[in-house]
């Protein structure tokens, strides 16, 4: 977290915060320079906001809590507890914004260290659903002030010993838990009417997540080589849930759907690692590791009144086709092994080779059985016992050389090649009442797939003369996979994904350009383009190969920074981007006209920042952004979904920061942001007002 | 470094500022810049991936939740630690964090082996869920076959013409298991 414009708290830092703080170092009275610098601080900050429209999009945006925070923004300690140990405690802990930190380390010279600590932060989502200009259609189902909270507990330590083995024992906590919005909108009838529904009513994620990590490393290193040797565990579980409304307030379809996705898993790991110096020119790496995953899978879809229903085969609202299951139960193992070698040959002191392989082997197994649910014409239930199971094999081979050459004067030139070989085999079997006379075969497919990858990468520095370099990078890459399936009771039905495709091509030109260079003695500008165009071509069995996809973007950047003064800097940055995604699809006629339209990104992303010193114990900074996506949202709302992105947001802020003296110094902050979406039907628009203060104290 | 003098500049320091308190002080943190703790110093010359973080979805970078580092490795080869002849797999980067997202599935997506940027911009996009598309083209990149009859749309040798008036493949009920499913190898929830 910086500490001029904290509101990383308001979510952008400043432009150019390295700037800022030379201006107020660089000013400071002399008598400062002579004390010994304050290495510990306290920052104690507080934020508030005036804020209307979008309250749950405004704070997705700025990733801070709309009704505001306040704390300890930041902590650091360091102590020296006798001659040979050092304590190190950072940490923050801003209530409102759930974000705390506590990090102790305990070093003792050439014996170890201790770490302990706790981080916690949240993530916020905007549970806003769909919206349909075509009717003014848009629907609230719940609170959509949506977060997830992600911690991580952790205890550390190693002996490190000068000349010995080093040895690292670490435990870390990982959780993940809170609510998300989820893209699987519910249908409605009343957008349109009864029968034309459309996927718009907001779904939401419900997510418990939590796994235990140990890890053990042991590691060697002398002037020739070193070694290590690590194991890690770990144990995890989740249960998440995703809650669905379809038809939400209409009689007699109303019906909320839960699928609940679960799972409880070991993971064991051991690798090891070899690198050795074989002479001046050459040293060889070599690392290989091998784990396994053993996973019990749980889940089920019910339909129901309310959220987390018992499956009742008489719901009152059940509709036909509401399919679902319930009593999932399985279990998964996965093997893994994976190797690799490579080397780095320096033949002459501007030539560096190095070749590299890679082997990766994985073979996957996973059973499940449940009851699967479903409706009939007359809404009669139709229930089955299903077993389904899969067994994944396959195998990975890549190579790799790359050469670095600095033989030109000013200049240097690096070449990649990569060679990717990857082939396996899927077998997949769906059995309907299996043991009993009723046995059906649902699927019983087994395909073999070959995957082949090729790289190849150019990249050229040429510095032309001190501060200005010219970078350029190009890479080419196609991959072709093909699929093949000798055994397929699918053939003939619509439902056999993924048998149905046979070949698949990804083709890709990547190509950038940067200049940097000094326009004067103040003012320094760095230029770059990008250009990226990926084609994919797809050939479905018994047809013909087809473009199936064409993506294509131009950016291009630029960036000046002008110091015209000591106190004073700014510095502009844009982005303009033209970013296409073209299918066939939108070149459909008849009843598929209209559906799918292309698919645009483009955006421009503007920023200017500023700082000026005031005095030698004061700086004032002022910083806007603006983000603006245009020209991708066409309103087929008359067909379907209208899909697309038409915004514009604004941020602007202005900060004072003052040193009151060697100890303290104050920062004040006033920022005021704007959006405003066109595909929401202006839902998504807010407008708001922040107001930030901290003081720190150096000690 | 090449040789010549003018790309003097070009080295540890054009990431990590001034290094002569950092070396006088013995090294340690707090006595030179950390990237880790500022994406600006990335942002110097990757300037596209400042404008991509401001877009409407993105991952906490600029809110300073997550780093560069976090997923790249700046001091390695080719920036990116997996795939090709790197230790880790396609997609670990990804799975440290959205375990849940790589199964194991009985039914897998193939898309999950191609890479989570098959659908995904990982440094943002316009789209929600730092979606490529937010309308069906998403699945069509792959999924769009040879038409063999005129005023429809077959994918998987079905007519989805009636289907798609309610919206994309996955938020219209027919797809939801966009990673992978257990029970549908139609990946339908």
């Known amino acids: ?699 | 470094m090449a040789p010549g003098g003018n790309g003097t500049e070009i080295g540890c320091e054009s990431c990590h500022g001034a290094g002569s308190v950092h070396v006088k002080k013995g090294g340690g943190a707090g006595s030179i810049v950390n990237p880790r703790t500022s994406p600006e110093t990335c942002f110097k010359c990757h300037q596209d991936k400042r404008g991509e973080f401001s877009l409407p979805s993105t991952h906490p970078v600029l809110a300073g939740k997550m780093s560069c580092a976090d997923c790249h490795s700046p001091h390695a080869g080719d920036m990116v630690a997996e795939g090709g002849t790197n230790f880790g797999g396609i997609n670990s980067t990804c799975l440290k964090c959205h375990t849940s997202q790589g199964g194991p599935y009985v039914f897998e997506h193939e898309a999950a082996r191609e890479g989570c940027v098959t659908c995904h911009s990982p440094h943002g996009s316009v789209n929600a869920k730092m979606l490529k598309a937010r309308n069906q083209n998403l699945c069509l990149q792959c999924h769009f076959q040879q038409q063999t009859a005129p005023g429809v749309i077959l994918i998987g040798g079905r007519d989805h013409s009636s289907f798609l008036t309610r919206g994309t493949c996955w938020s219209a009920g027919c797809h939801e298991a966009v990673h992978g499913s257990h029970v549908s190898s139609s990946l339908r929830f």
């Open chain 1, 1 to 699: 977290m910086n500490t001029n414009s904290t509101l990383s708290s308001f979510r952008r830092p400043a432009v150019l915060v390295g700037a800022g703080l030379c201006l107020l170092a660089g000013l400071l009275p002399a008598a400062d320079k002579k004390e010994p610098p304050l290495e510990n601080y306290l920052d104690l900050s507080a934020g508030y906001t005036l804020q209307k429209g979008d309250r749950p999009g405004f704070q997705k945006f700025i990733q801070a809590d709309k009704d505001g925070f306040g704390g300890v923004e930041g902590l650091f300690l360091t102590k020296e507890l006798n001659d040979t140990t050092t304590l190190v405690l950072q940490g923050h802990a801003l209530a409102g914004n759930r974000d705390y930190l506590l990090d102790l380390t305990i070093t003792k010279n050439e014996v170890g260290f201790l770490k302990f600590g706790y981080k916690e932060y949240r993530v916020w989502y905007d549970g806003l659903g769909g919206f349909l200009p075509a009717t003014n259609f848009r629907r609230q189902l719940y609170n959509e002030d949506l977060a997830i909270d992600r911690g991580n507990l952790w205890f550390e330590a190693a002996y490190t010993k000068p000349d010995h083995p080093r040895f690292d024992l670490r435990y870390d906590l990982f959780t993940r838990k809170g609510t998300k919005d989820s893209l699987a909108w519910g249908d409605t009838g009343l957008a349109v009417n009864s029968a034309n529904v459309r996927g718009l009513l907001p779904s939401f994620w419900k997510i418990d997540e939590k796994r235990h990590q140990l890890a053990a490393n042991v590691v060697k290193t002398s002037d020739q080589n070193s070694w290590s040797l690590g194991l890690r565990y770990d144990k995890g579980d989740y249960t998440n849930t995703r809650n669905e409304n379809r038809r939400a307030g209409e009689a007699g379809f109303d019906r909320k759907v839960t699928q609940k996705e679960g799972q409880d898993y070991d993971l064991f790991q051991v690798r090891g690692s070899y690198e050795n110096r074989i002479h001046d020119k050459l040293m060889v790496t070599t690392a290989v590791a091998r784990t396994t995953v053993d996973t019990t899978l749980s889940g089920s879809r019910i339909y129901g009144q309310d959220y987390d229903a018992i499956y009742d085969p008489a719901f009152l609202n059940r509709q036909q086709r509401d399919e679902g299951f319930f009593g999932l139960h399985g279990e998964s193992q996965m093997k893994q092994t994976v190797a690799n070698v490579s080397a780095r040959y320096r033949p002459t002191e501007h030539l560096v080779i190095v070749p590299a392989f890679r082997f990766e082997k994985i073979d996957w197994s996973n059973k499940v059985d449940f009851e699967e649910t479903n409706f009939g014409a007359t809404k009669l239930p139709i229930n089955d016992e299903v077993e389904a199971d899969s067994e994944k094999n396959w195998k990975v081979i890549s190579e790799s050389v790359e050469a670095r050459y600095t033989g030109v004067k000013n200049v240097s030139l690096n070449l990649k090649g990569e060679w990717t070989k990857s082939e396996g085999d899927l077998s997949e079997l769906r059995l309907l009442e299996p043991g009993t006379p009723l046995q059906a075969v649902s699927i019983d497919r087994d395909t073999n797939f070959e995957r082949n990858t090729q790289k190849y990468a150019a990249t050229a520095n040429w510095y032309v003369r001190p501060g200005t370099t010219v970078a350029v990078q190009y890479f080419y890459k196609i991959r072709t996979n093909d699929y093949n399936s000798p055994r397929d009771n699918t053939v003939s039905t619509a439902d056999r994904y993924p048998a149905y495709i046979a070949n698949q091509d990804f083709e890709t030109n990547d190509f950038n350009a940067r200049l940097s260079t000094k326009l004067g003695a103040t003012l320094r500008s760095v230029t770059r383009y990008d250009y990226q165009k990926t084609t994919i071509r797809t050939q479905d069995l018994g047809l013909a190969f087809d473009q199936s996809a064409n993506m294509t973007s131009h950016i291009i950047a630029e960036t000046l920074t002008w110091n015209p003064l000591n106190r004073w800097y700014v510095q502009g940055g844009i982005n303009v981007v033209w970013d296409t995604l073209r299918t066939p699809a939108s070149a459909l006629t008849g009843a598929a006209g209209g559906l799918v339209k292309n698919s645009d990104a483009n955006y421009v992303d503007f920023n200017l920042g500023s700082g000026y010193a005031l005095d030698d114990a004061s700086d004032l900074y002022f910083d806007y952004s603006l983000t603006q996506s245009k020209d991708n949202f066409v309103d087929n709302s008359t067909r379907t979904v209208a899909y697309g992105s038409e915004a514009k947001r604004q941020l602007a802020s202005v900060t004072w920061t003052r040193k009151l003296d060697r100890r303290t110094s104050v920062t004040l902050k006033y920022a005021y942001a704007k959006n405003d979406d066109v595909p929401s039907g202006g839902f998504a628009n807010y407008e708001a007002h922040l107001f930030y203060g901290k003081v720190q104290y150096r000690f």
